[in-house]
Each structure stands twice: as structure tokens, then as C-alpha cells.
């Protein structure tokens, strides 16, 4: 999947002349987050896997987004410390939900979408966060549980049922590549 992002703060007479924030940097890792995601989830229809409808489709994005979240959380904790790492991943959530609640607000009409946004990223945190995650990199079980998680999101069709190998074979190790790169460039730009 070709996907142009572009991870690294801009200089010039335009953008403001100051040292970029963790704050800021949420915002654009949000950005690529979301954009990231909302791909992934149309090159799976490409593919040929089938969404029932577009409440399945939110879900595989929802999933593709907390993926995103604990690699972010991840990779961020070998470069800031603590406090840092929990304001950044909590300005991320946060900033996905407004996104989330955004984007439903259109597709489903009135209600609110943040909380359960917001609920479901902190079980898949938790849940993540008892796979290995080695040299840098998430380990099969985080892959396969990332697979599962797409597949269970999905409607059940004999064609959906291998929707799980090409998360974890394609999907998974283009996201981390890409989010790597982003929250690399991005932190090392930050203060």
C-alpha cells in the first residue's frame, strides 16, 4: 500500500519558529494514526474481504487505531520517560476519539462515540500489553491477536475468515513501519 506521510515537523517562515511539544506531537501521530488506519481498512474491501456494513467498517478502523496506540506507547517508552509517554498516548486517545466522534457523527447520527472509543482502546492497552514486544518490534502474539481482533470485527463469510493472515502478514508490518518512522521523527523533534 503507497501511502505518502509526512512525519517530520516542517521549517520555514510559515510555521512557527519554536521547539515542538508532546502535545503537538499527539496531534500529528494522531493525524497519521487515523489516516493510516482508515487505509488499511479500504485496502482490506480491495482485497476482496467484505464489510456487512459501515458500523464493521468503524470497528476494523477502531482496531487498526489501537494497534497503532500501543506501538506509539511502545516504541515512545525506549525514548521518553514515564510521564511524558502517558501524557503523549492519552493526547493520542484522546485526539482518535474526537476523530471517532467526528466521523460517526456523519455515518450514525447523534450519540456519543467517545466513550466507547475510548473504553474499547483502553481493553485493547491492557490487553496488548501482555504480549512481548522484541527488539522494537510487536511479537506474533500481539500480531495474531491484532488478526483476531480485525476478524471478530468483521461479518463472519467464508471469504472474512482469512481476513486474519493478511493482517498480521501485510497490514501489521506496514503500520509499523510507518507509525516507527512518525513517532522516531516526530519525539526526536519534541521536548
Known sequence: MAIRLKSKWHHSDRNEERRKTFADSAGALAFIVWRLSVEH??????????????????????????FA????????????????????????????????????????????????FVEMLNER???????????????FESLRYFGDRVMRSMGVSQTNRWVMDHVMEVSAPEMFEKVSTSVHNLLDSAA
Open 125 to 139: 492497552l491492557d490487553d496488548y500489553s501482555r504480549f512481548d514486544f522484541d527488539d522494537e518490534e510487536p511479537g
Open 41 to 66: 481498512a479500504r485496502e482490506i474491501h480491495r482485497e476482496g474481504f467484505d464489510y456487512a456494513s459501515d458500523r464493521e467498517r468503524v470497528r476494523v478502523i477502531s482496531e487498526y487505531c489501537a
Open 69 to 116: 496506540v500501543q506501538l506509539v506507547d511502545r516504541l515512545a517508552h525506549q525514548r521518553i520517560d514515564d510521564e511524558a509517554r502517558s501524557a503523549l498516548v492519552v493526547a493520542l486517545g484522546r485526539r482518535l476519539a474526537d476523530q471517532m466522534q467526528d466521523n460517526l457523527l456523519d455515518i450514525a447520527g447523534p450519540g456519543d462515540y467517545r466513550a466507547p
